[in-house]
């Protein structure tokens, strides 16, 4: 399936198919591989599966999408390109993308610039704030999960923490914005500790934090490898303090990499995606939730990761302001995108407003924890 | 006292994984004076290949033999295929070719395996070992002991076998080891085998602590050809030492001064030792051209 996807996509770039019937061209740039690849690749096949499907039930309005994803490589330049190529040659009119926040405030000049509205992948609070006309977002962004994560803190009593932070992107901005809200909680960070993405062993930052004077809570800003290594040194040093980490490692996989028994009592801010089985009767985003996690495992055999879950918000959002704007006029779709109310995604319940790009708030994050290798809602 | 203890098995096991890919790049380099920048590529195959096959049902012990055996393979693929038709080309040229090699690896890594991170289990459990007020993992013994196994056989290799000599030899003058008799050839064969070799058994001990991916071995070689160039390139003994220490000043860096400038630091303190010593700590003017 991926081979076929793989020749589709280059034979799409090609231009050799251009398909009579394929009357919507929906543009994507995402990284499927470089150091992000673990964002754009489960992205990449959202895009694809989703658009499989609404093609197979007949597309928007009766007219098919054809789908163009490039592949960026987390490289900001490349994406700029792509981003340019998108627009002028392949004609599309909307761009879904931006697996990072580097790739998307490239992508996001263009789409601007051209009149394109573009739904972005990545975390950072920039990209939406301040609001842009034709930018909008999925994920939740990191200041937001800082602010889940303090409430937590505030709600069990906790006022003085550690922090040992990732240096990559993701790990620095949460970082910067976790210290900038914290006072508002009334939590102090005591010691602020990092680690680069290859380090192996985490201990002496660790130990330091642990021989800090006053720690109640440790909170651990990162993604890939690094926050896995983190919860392994901090089961090794037997730190009884709770231990956060960031949505950026929320997926089954961090608890394979990290160990069961060391992941446990790991809190973090996560989506719905993470908790399908689990989920209440009655919550509006179970069925969503599980239809798009058995969709997806079925296709691909693997785990569904809250990354492809911010793609297949990002589409859903894209064809349902399609549908609604009647005309692939990309000022339409990008008016009837801005009039989304009430859209229930995998991450959350989207509702845009002019002055509102993002359309999430705090109740879309659930604080989970992981008890005997499994996650658990704790709110 | 504690954190002191704590700082120096945290530098140590690091260290022990630098000096293992260290380790790798002193065979290729004594035979050919070529620096492999593809060795990083050979410890992200032995962990990536033992992982997949250690999935698919293998016993660990025989996966990372089939992993280590499949990456001797590539490592002689790579000197018949891209290094010995470029016989005679500047060393220079020779490294670049191995950087294309690695670029070539880690693509057809992503392609044939994933894109994700992977760990295998450690292979004596994961309780801590308490020592001396701090604690270690049971991997980091396997790690150290590995890397000072294999320092032990190598060293034993180039001064006590004849093979390992005609592998010196070789790196010496090429037209003068062929002219006494050594098959140049099959030496540059079995470096790049014996390499590749130690390179994957390296993967398979540190991937249960530092996990793996397609794209883990650029990092692991640079800073393996660090504690190589810091101990003296070709020198067994210089790749283990060199490899501790750079793992004991990026410790120490941390613990003491600030994880900010925990790379930085190591990289400070090798420059420093190259512009006293070029040679490295133990480096051999023994293996200089005549």
Redesign the interface.
Same mark, same amino acid.
């Given at each position: 399936m991926k081979v076929t996807n793989t020749a589709l996509a280059t034979l799409m770039v090609l231009g050799t198919v251009t398909g009579a019937a394929a009357d919507i061209k929906l543009g994507a740039s995402l990284s499927a591989?470089? /150091?992000a =690849?673990?964002l754009g %690749?489960p992205e990449a096949k959202t895009l694809y599966m989703l658009v499989d499907d609404l093609n197979a039930k007949g597309g928007i309005n009766g007219e098919k999408i054809e789908l163009v994803i490039y592949d960026d490589g987390g490289d900001p330049n490349k994406a700029r390109t792509f981003a340019t190529r998108l627009v002028e040659d392949d004609e599309v009119v909307a761009i879904i993308g931006g697996s990072t926040t580097g790739t998307t405030m490239s992508i996001l000049s263009v789409a601007e610039d051209e009149g394109i509205p573009f739904i972005s992948l990545a975390g950072a609070i920039q990209i939406i704030d301040p609001v842009r006309e034709y930018v909008f977002k999925t994920p939740h962004t990191d200041r937001m999960a800082c602010e889940k994560i303090f409430t937590d803190m505030q709600n069990n009593g906790i006022t003085n923490i550690g922090m040992i932070s990732g240096t990559g992107g993701f790990g620095a901005s949460m970082e910067a914005q976790c210290v900038e809200v914290a006072g508002n909680y009334g939590v102090e960070i005591l010691v602020q #500790? &990092?680690?680069?993405?290859? %380090? =192996? %062993?985490m201990? /002496?930052?660790l &130990?330091?934090i642990k021989?800090t004077e006053g720690v109640e809570a440790v909170l651990n800003p990162g993604f +890939?490898?690094g926050p =896995?290594?983190v919860t392994?040194n901090y =089961?090794?040093? +037997?730190i009884d303090l709770p231990l956060y980490q960031s949505h950026g490692v929320a997926s089954d +996989?961090f608890i #394979?990499?990290a +160990?069961k #028994?060391?992941a446990e009592g790991v809190r973090l801010p996560g989506t719905a995606l993470l908790i399908a089985d689990i989920m209440e009767e009655g919550d509006p985003q179970k069925e969503v939730v599980i239809a798009y996690k058995a969709a997806y495992e079925e296709e691909y055999g693997e785990a569904v990761s809250t990354f492809g879950g911010y793609a297949h918000d990002a589409f859903r959002l894209m064809t349902d302001a399609m549908t609604r704007a009647g005309s692939s006029d990309p000022s339409a779709i990008r008016d009837a995108l801005e009039a989304t109310s009430g859209l229930v995604g995998t991450t959350g319940t989207y509702t845009f407003s002019p002055n509102d790009h993002l359309g999430l708030d705090l109740s879309a994050f659930r604080m989970l924890e992981i008890r005997d290798g499994k996650w658990t809602s704790i709110d | 006292m504690d954190a002191l203890m704590q700082f120096v098995f945290s530098g140590l096991t690091v260290g022990a994984v630098y000096a293992l890919v260290a380790l790798g790049f002193t065979i290729i380099y004594n035979a050919s004076d070529v620096v492999n920048f593809a060795q990083g590529e050979f410890v992200m195959l032995g962990g990536m290949i033992t992982v997949f096959a250690f999935d698919a049902g293998l016993p660990l012990p025989l996966a990372a033999i089939l992993a280590i055996v499949a990456t001797a393979a590539i490592g002689v693929a790579l000197n018949k295929f891209a290094i010995e038709p470029a016989r005679g080309a500047p060393v220079v040229s020779l490294i670049i070719i191995t950087i294309g090699a690695s670029i070539l690896i880690r693509g057809a890594t992503q392609v044939l395996f994933d894109k994700q991170l992977h760990r295998l289990p450690a292979f004596s459990g994961d309780d801590p070992i308490h020592l001396l007020g701090a604690t270690l993992l049971p991997q980091s013994l396997w790690v150290i002991g590995g890397a000072i196994a294999i320092f032990i056989a190598l060293w034993l290799f180039f001064t006590r076998t004849l093979l390992g000599k005609a592998v010196l030899a070789t790196a010496n003058n090429r037209l003068a080891a062929q002219l006494v008799g050594i098959n140049t050839g099959f030496v540059m064969t079995l470096s790049f085998a014996l390499s590749a070799a130690i390179g994957a058994l390296a993967g398979v001990l540190v991937t249960p602590i530092t996990l793996v991916s397609y794209d883990v071995g650029v990092g692991l070689a640079l800073k393996g050809f660090a504690a190589a160039m810091l101990g003296g390139m070709g020198n067994p003994k210089g790749a283990l030492v060199g490899g501790l220490l750079l793992g004991l000043f990026e410790a120490l860096t941390a613990g003491y001064i600030s994880s900010q400038y925990k790379e930085a630091v190591a990289f400070v303190v090798i420059l420093a030792v190259l512009f006293v010593m070029p040679q490295g700590l133990f480096g051999q003017k023994t293996t200089e051209r005549v």
């Amino acid at each position: 399936m991926k081979v076929t996807n793989t020749a589709l996509a280059t034979l799409m770039v090609l231009g050799t198919v251009t398909g009579a019937a394929a009357d919507i061209k929906l543009g994507a740039s995402l990284s499927a591989s470089g /150091p992000a =690849a673990f964002l754009g %690749d489960p992205e990449a096949k959202t895009l694809y599966m989703l658009v499989d499907d609404l093609n197979a039930k007949g597309g928007i309005n009766g007219e098919k999408i054809e789908l163009v994803i490039y592949d960026d490589g987390g490289d900001p330049n490349k994406a700029r390109t792509f981003a340019t190529r998108l627009v002028e040659d392949d004609e599309v009119v909307a761009i879904i993308g931006g697996s990072t926040t580097g790739t998307t405030m490239s992508i996001l000049s263009v789409a601007e610039d051209e009149g394109i509205p573009f739904i972005s992948l990545a975390g950072a609070i920039q990209i939406i704030d301040p609001v842009r006309e034709y930018v909008f977002k999925t994920p939740h962004t990191d200041r937001m999960a800082c602010e889940k994560i303090f409430t937590d803190m505030q709600n069990n009593g906790i006022t003085n923490i550690g922090m040992i932070s990732g240096t990559g992107g993701f790990g620095a901005s949460m970082e910067a914005q976790c210290v900038e809200v914290a006072g508002n909680y009334g939590v102090e960070i005591l010691v602020q #500790e &990092t680690y680069s993405r290859q %380090d =192996a %062993d985490m201990t /002496p930052q660790l &130990t330091k934090i642990k021989s800090t004077e006053g720690v109640e809570a440790v909170l651990n800003p990162g993604f +890939g490898q690094g926050p =896995a290594i983190v919860t392994r040194n901090y =089961a090794q040093l +037997g730190i009884d303090l709770p231990l956060y980490q960031s949505h950026g490692v929320a997926s089954d +996989g961090f608890i #394979e990499l990290a +160990g069961k #028994e060391a992941a446990e009592g790991v809190r973090l801010p996560g989506t719905a995606l993470l908790i399908a089985d689990i989920m209440e009767e009655g919550d509006p985003q179970k069925e969503v939730v599980i239809a798009y996690k058995a969709a997806y495992e079925e296709e691909y055999g693997e785990a569904v990761s809250t990354f492809g879950g911010y793609a297949h918000d990002a589409f859903r959002l894209m064809t349902d302001a399609m549908t609604r704007a009647g005309s692939s006029d990309p000022s339409a779709i990008r008016d009837a995108l801005e009039a989304t109310s009430g859209l229930v995604g995998t991450t959350g319940t989207y509702t845009f407003s002019p002055n509102d790009h993002l359309g999430l708030d705090l109740s879309a994050f659930r604080m989970l924890e992981i008890r005997d290798g499994k996650w658990t809602s704790i709110d | 006292m504690d954190a002191l203890m704590q700082f120096v098995f945290s530098g140590l096991t690091v260290g022990a994984v630098y000096a293992l890919v260290a380790l790798g790049f002193t065979i290729i380099y004594n035979a050919s004076d070529v620096v492999n920048f593809a060795q990083g590529e050979f410890v992200m195959l032995g962990g990536m290949i033992t992982v997949f096959a250690f999935d698919a049902g293998l016993p660990l012990p025989l996966a990372a033999i089939l992993a280590i055996v499949a990456t001797a393979a590539i490592g002689v693929a790579l000197n018949k295929f891209a290094i010995e038709p470029a016989r005679g080309a500047p060393v220079v040229s020779l490294i670049i070719i191995t950087i294309g090699a690695s670029i070539l690896i880690r693509g057809a890594t992503q392609v044939l395996f994933d894109k994700q991170l992977h760990r295998l289990p450690a292979f004596s459990g994961d309780d801590p070992i308490h020592l001396l007020g701090a604690t270690l993992l049971p991997q980091s013994l396997w790690v150290i002991g590995g890397a000072i196994a294999i320092f032990i056989a190598l060293w034993l290799f180039f001064t006590r076998t004849l093979l390992g000599k005609a592998v010196l030899a070789t790196a010496n003058n090429r037209l003068a080891a062929q002219l006494v008799g050594i098959n140049t050839g099959f030496v540059m064969t079995l470096s790049f085998a014996l390499s590749a070799a130690i390179g994957a058994l390296a993967g398979v001990l540190v991937t249960p602590i530092t996990l793996v991916s397609y794209d883990v071995g650029v990092g692991l070689a640079l800073k393996g050809f660090a504690a190589a160039m810091l101990g003296g390139m070709g020198n067994p003994k210089g790749a283990l030492v060199g490899g501790l220490l750079l793992g004991l000043f990026e410790a120490l860096t941390a613990g003491y001064i600030s994880s900010q400038y925990k790379e930085a630091v190591a990289f400070v303190v090798i420059l420093a030792v190259l512009f006293v010593m070029p040679q490295g700590l133990f480096g051999q003017k023994t293996t200089e051209r005549v």
